[in-house]
């Protein structure tokens, strides 16, 4: 069958417009809901220099993978792997790690739209005046009577997949670019308004300082390590072949290492940020760093509450949160649409539907994890927790480490060179030798700690 034909693919209209899409899509509920969670559950210090190491010598490495063999292939992932695999005379059954990807892409979506849902259920508790004057008490009781009843996060999680599907099924080009220009800045001036905020709160502002950035590595223990990995993978959205369809939008003139580094950096500085900002009200309100998922829905609502035009704010705030999470959700589910659309010819309106259907049917598992299906307990997590560490933990590390090895062993240099248009050798090596040796075997060492192989 000739699946190569017709996709008459339009590309970005400019880099900016790449960056900005694939920012829109690393920047999210990972940086701001996820990664101050794990960082207060994992001790701190040591997991976020984990985390960040993670960042530089894996995920820029594999972000840059991602992009090229997407922006060589021009089709949707599947067909991407196949076609070169082929080319390089190697085995078309490397187009399984698309799979692979296209069903994280499915599961992670189905739990990130339940909380992008909590936060859209926030929006209006925000503007109308619920976190006036709140204590630290108060704020727990109005989160947990959010998660307590799954009518309220089914309705909101099913509001969010339907603005979700709806964008998807225009095509992620066209809009999206101009949305997100805004909106980023927009998010990083609320959280520096919520940083300023904190600061003000003198020792508790330096307490959480040092608990982010003063490593104490007797706290970290095996699994943080492996979540520190995910997570780098999580927050850019690698892993699952995401990016690798947005690079396959991409001009050919764009040099892929300086949009790699930018994104990047972008998305590690919302995330410390962001827990910049939580940390002093943990903190200052006598709150636990192991609070779990809800950790920013029951801290943010006491600062909103006590600062002057906290009403207004935090209503923006919650906005622009749910703009985040939209922007990030479109692309977990880009790779099946373009799958759909390109290889099974249907449309992209009822690509989205049926997707999108099947995406919400999955996200009342995380639904009822909150609330009735509490005690269903598989390897001691919760549904939500279970799907978030299959898909965060083990799928995108594994699709990460095959990106790796398509990348560096099943690609020709000549092709990746050219593809990479990296005019200095130094630069070049520097990245084949990273994709080649370092990123594979740090994720492999990290896989095999785990399980209790390294003693
Ligand atoms: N990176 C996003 C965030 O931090 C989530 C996300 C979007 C994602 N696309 C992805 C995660 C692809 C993994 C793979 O919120």
């Not at 997991?47 to 090229?68: D, K, N, S, T």
């Not at 996060?153 to 809009?175: C, D, E, Q």
């Not at 962001?274 to 309100?285: D, S």
């Not at 749910?322 to 373009?338: C, G, H, K, T």
Request: with cysteine; charged share 15%.
């Amino acid at each position: 069958m000739n699946t190569e034909k017709k996709s008459l693919r339009d590309v970005w209209s400019s880099r900016w417009a790449f960056i900005l899409v694939a920012t829109g899509s690393a920047v999210g509920l990972g940086n701001i809901w996820k990664f101050p969670y794990i960082a207060g559950e994992n001790g701190g210090g040591a997991f976020v220099l984990v985390y960040l190491l993670c960042i530089a010598i894996i995920g820029i490495p594999v972000m840059m993978a991602e992009i090229m063999v997407g922006r060589s292939g021009k089709q949707n992932t599947v067909n991407t792997l196949k076609s070169i695999a082929k080319k390089e005379g190697r085995d078309p059954a490397w187009r399984f790690i698309a799979w692979v990807g296209v069903a994280a892409g499915f599961i992670i979506l189905s739990y990130y739209s339940v909380i992008a849902g909590e936060a859209l259920a926030y929006v209006f508790r925000a503007f109308g005046g619920t976190f006036e004057g709140v204590t630290a008490d108060g704020a727990q009781n109005i989160y947990k009577s959010l998660t307590d009843d799954p009518e309220r996060l089914l309705a909101w999680h099913t509001v969010f997949m339907v603005i979700t599907m709806t964008v998807a099924a225009r095509g992620i080009k066209n809009g999206l670019e101009k949305l997100i220009k805004v909106l980023m800045p927009a998010l990083v001036v609320m959280l520096l308004l919520l940083v300023g905020f904190a600061a003000n709160t003198g020792e508790y502002f330096t307490q959480a300082v040092d608990f982010l950035f003063s490593p104490d590595f007797s706290k970290l223990t095996r699994a943080g390590v492996l979540t520190a990995m995910g997570h780098a993978f999580f927050t850019l959205s690698l892993g699952m072949g995401a990016i690798m369809v947005y690079g396959s939008y991409l001009p050919k003139d764009i040099s892929i290492a300086k949009v790699t580094v930018a994104i990047a950096f972008a998305d590690t500085l919302i995330a410390l940020l962001a827990g910049l900002a939580i940390f002093p009200l943990v903190f200052a309100n006598d709150l636990s760093t192991n609070a779990g998922p809800g950790l920013i829905f029951e801290t943010l609502p006491i600062a909103f509450g006590h600062m002057a035009g906290g009403q207004l704010f935090g209503g923006i705030f919650f906005v622009l949160l749910v703009f985040a999470a939209w922007s990030s959700a479109i692309s977990l589910i880009e790779p099946a649409i373009s799958w759909l659309v390109e290889n099974k010819q249907i449309s992209r309106r009822r690509a989205s539907v049926t997707a999108g259907f099947a995406v919400w049917l999955l996200g009342l598992l995380t639904v009822f994890s909150f609330n009735v299906g509490s005690h269903w307990l598989l390897f001691g997590m919760t549904l939500f927790e279970l799907l978030d560490y299959l898909t965060a933990n083990i799928m995108l590390p594994l699709g990460g480490l095959f990106v790796t090895l398509f990348a560096g062993w099943i690609m020709s240099q000549k092709s990746s060179r050219g593809e990479l248009a990296i005019k200095s050798d130094f630069v070049y090596r520097s990245w084949l030798f990273l994709v080649r040796y370092v990123s594979p075997v740090a994720i492999s060492i990290i896989f095999l700690n785990i399980i209790g192989l390294l003693g």
